[in-house]
């Protein structure tokens, strides 16, 4: 639900924002939104540029970005978020890091420019940009886009293919939790069956950690 009266100026022209839990989550959902819909990135996750945990990467891209907005809430002086150019860099580098591939498109300047927007949005509380995108992102499930991948791993081009694809299917909006618990961990080893002389299975205890 939209909350118009948290966009109502004061005495002083200071802005009144949307309390955090409402704008984070609208922020969560426009950036979910953005992310799926980005041409470069679907390629990448259908191609499986970034190994078998492509889709997973982008999940962690998408909680990252609300991590590090997160970390900067809006002032009176100003309104918050990464600005525009830290946000073009930091989804280039991680697509370059993630996937492998330079984008020589541009689209990193739309995505943070589409992102900056919906951030201003979310913090006064305008639920439309959010639904919008929503919407858009519905429609062009099951659709795919293709690629092509030069030598030197940039993205030469891309066109729309009408075909069915499950790299789309639906995800929610990451939980709004410190982003180090979001990062992918190496998995446990696993640990060997202690047996004693009389052939019976010891359970050990876990080392606690500090």
Known sequence: MSHPQSAIMSALDVPIYAPADIYLPLFARSTLAIIHLWPALRIAVSENWGGPESAE??????SVIVDEYEARP???????????????????QAFEDEFGSVIEDGSPRGIAVD????????????????????AIWDERKGKSVQGTRAKDEEILGERPADYDSDEDDEEEAPQLVDSQAQEARPPKEKQEKVVDEDGFELVQKKGSRR
């Open 57 to 62: 990467k982008r999940t962690w891209l998408v």
């Open 74 to 92: 809006p002032l009176a002086s100003s309104t918050g978020g990464l600005d525009l150019e830290d946000t073009e860099e930091m989804v280039a």
């Open 115 to 134: 992102l900056r927007k919906a951030w201003e949005d979310a913090i006064m509380g305008r639920e439309e940009e959010t639904r919008r995108l929503e």
